[in-house]
């Protein structure tokens, strides 16, 4: 299997959920600064996947798996006993899926695009800063019920999609210093030697 990436971004998500689960994965960067976006082989990313975004994961039987909420769900079942997902149909495996809906809707998309094309201007910045920390203080006070992480004692792929938004906090002048319990998070988070991996092998900065 193949995971299509960029480097700091949400793809970082299925990165860290098939290190975690002990699942080998080929990675192609595509660049999504340039238009086309193009793979570190040259090829025109577009061309493999219309809607031109990562993560997309390319699977053994040739077809590609697109949106992060699935790959990540997809990588986690190929191993049950991870814990990455619970059961199919069990009452936790929904409140996953209500966690990894929650994080791409209400934060993956609060910060991107706004926070990071500059062309919104500030004032729609302000505004999704605003509703970011809404949403933000919410899963402060539901980890500091019910932590440590998002389903409770076990990580599972809705930690690894937190992490790798609200780890954006930073870049986009969003203020976490309100949320002392996701920032134990973060840090619980970044010291898990399959999200240290992840990230050595995009080249991405490791916190000491
Ligand atoms: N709905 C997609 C969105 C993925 C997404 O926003 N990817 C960003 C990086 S975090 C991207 O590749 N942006 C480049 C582009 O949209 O052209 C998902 O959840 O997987």
């Not at 996953?96 to 910045?125: C, D, R, V």
């Not at 976490?176 to 973060?186: E, G, I, K, T, V």
Request: hydrophobic share 45%; aromatic share 10%; net charge negative.
């Amino acid at each position: 299997m193949k995971l299509y990436h960029a480097v700091g971004t949400c793809s970082l998500s299925p990165h860290i959920v098939a290190r975690e689960a002990g699942i080998p994965l080929d990675l192609e960067r595509v660049d999504i600064r340039q238009t086309p976006h193009r793979t570190e082989t040259g090829a025109d990313f577009t061309t493999l996947h219309a809607n031109g975004y990562v993560p997309a994961l390319l699977l053994d039987d040739g077809s590609l798996l697109t949106e992060g909420t699935a790959i990540v769900q997809y990588l986690a079942d190929l191993k049950p006993g991870s814990g990455l997902a619970p059961p199919a149909g069990t009452p936790a495996r929904y409140r996953l899926q209500s966690w990894l809906n929650f994080i791409a809707t209400e934060l993956h998309k609060m910060y991107s695009p706004w926070l990071f094309h500059p062309e919104y201007g500030a004032q729609a910045q302000e505004v999704a800063r605003g509703k970011i920390a809404e949403r933000l203080a919410y899963i402060d006070r539901h980890l500091a019920a019910s932590g440590p992480f998002l389903l409770g004692e076990t990580f599972t792929a809705a930690d690894a999609y937190l992490f790798a938004i609200a780890s954006w906090s930073p870049f986009a002048k969003v203020d976490l210093s309100p949320f002392p319990h996701l920032r134990d998070f973060l840090d619980r988070v970044g010291a898990r030697p399959a999200v240290r991996e992840a990230m050595r092998a995009e080249g991405m900065q490791i916190a000491a």
